[in-house]
């Protein structure tokens, strides 16, 4: 088949959970020997990148401000996409997947599909007009593709209440790489199970500010070990304000590092080496970052939020969202009881492996394709019309 992704920054991926599930899907698609397009925007990756893992990366400019970087990169990939011949053209995200009508009224024999990653309206960077807009793009993202991904349960159910249509699950994935130490954790200042990691994108709704007081209350109150400290890996969003903000809370205090985007082997070393995760987020679809934390074997506190507790489970401790009191006492028990934290850590990755393991997730997301294409001949030929999809 041949494939093009539109709506993700790019790849490789520096950061983002969008970002890092298409590297992951189109290079393994690539590998089984379909021909895999990626869209890229020239501020994520250098255009002089054109070819990623047997992946090809076709790099287009964007208008870049917070409320037109994406959906400006997007039409331009879209306008692009339609001389391209693909036989699937596969949206990210509900802001880009407004743009999914134009493939499929000029494209009778593409198969558009998208994906519902996350309810966007609910992230703090956004005002009021763009929040309509994105509940807007949200319902054509449910209703306007010829098949519509999403990765959860909830969200799943959720367009069904809404919309009244049903999309197909297929969740995000992750998986461990082998760490081979390279004195990094030193060089941040960082010794290995002597400190808390949390990653992601800087904006509000991640809850880093819940987490930062919550760690700076404990250290204050002798509730953690001496020299103990906080490791967030991550950069802003178009939101350098909430960055500022949250690094003037832990300021003239050395025991919280703010370590920028990592990624690679350098952030596998982080993973592999901390004490305890912490996902702090008010709204998540599925978070990638917790699935990775996952799948080294972390034990992780989460709060409590439907998206969280669809991928952990009973594999980890919860405190309640946006409660700092709650967050506090959950990462001060987990802390104070290495048998728990032995056993959530193994129980995390047992659950990780079973449930969201890549390969899977790549034959799935090809049956989709394919079925997808399957039906849109059937319609355009008549039924038992067959063709070979390679």
């Known amino acids: 088949m041949k494939i093009a992704f539109i709506g993700q920054k790019g790849i490789p991926a520096r950061s983002g959970g969008v970002e890092t599930h298409v590297e992951h899907l189109a290079t393994r698609l690539a590998a089984l020997g379909h021909e895999v397009t990626v869209y890229s925007r020239p501020h994520y990756v250098d255009p002089s990148v054109s070819q990623w893992h047997g992946v090809r990366i076709i790099s287009l400019p964007s208008i870049r401000t917070k409320h037109l970087d994406a959906i400006s990169h997007s039409l331009f990939a879209t306008v692009h996409a339609l001389f391209g011949q693909y036989d699937v053209i596969h949206y990210q995200s509900i802001g880009p997947s407004i743009l999914a009508f134009i ?72 998986e461990a790489i082998p760490v081979t130490s390279s004195g990094m954790l030193s060089a941040f200042g960082l010794k290995e199970q002597r400190y808390v990691l949390s990653v992601s994108r800087l904006v509000a709704h991640k809850g880093l500010h819940h987490l930062i007081r919550a760690f700076l209350e404990l250290e204050d109150t002798g509730r953690l070990q001496n020299n103990f400290k906080l490791a967030i890996v991550g950069t802003h969003a178009e939101t350098p304000g909430y960055e500022r903000h949250i690094r003037k809370m832990g300021e003239g205090r050395d025991s919280v590092l703010f370590l920028g985007e990592q990624k690679g082997e350098s952030l596998a070393e982080l993973f592999a080496g901390a004490a305890v995760f912490v996902q702090p987020s008010e709204d998540e679809g599925l978070s990638i970052a917790l699935l990775e934390a996952m799948s080294y074997g972390l034990p992780i506190v989460a709060s409590r939020i439907p998206g969280n507790e669809e991928a952990l489970g009973d594999a980890g401790a919860y405190f309640e969202s946006a409660n700092v009191d709650s967050l506090k006492a959950e990462l001060a028990k987990l802390l104070n009881r290495s048998d728990m934290m032995a056993e959530y850590g193994r129980l995390a990755k047992e659950r990780v492996e079973a449930l969201y393991g890549w390969e899977a997730i790549v034959d799935k997301t090809v049956e989709v394709y394919k079925e997808t294409i399957r039906l849109r001949n059937e319609k355009r030929y008549g039924i038992g019309h067959q063709q070979h999809i390679a």
């Open 103 to 174: 493939p499929k009224l000029i494209l009778p024999g593409t198969a558009v599909i998208s994906t519902f990653h996350s309810r966007d309206y609910f992230h703090g960077k956004w005002g009021g007009f763009a929040r309509t807009c994105l509940r807007f793009a949200e319902r054509l993202t449910c209703t306007v593709p010829h098949r519509t991904i999403t990765v959860s349960h909830g969200m799943e159910a959720y367009a069904k209440k809404r919309y009244g249509k049903e999309l197909t699950y297929v969740p995000n994935g992750a």
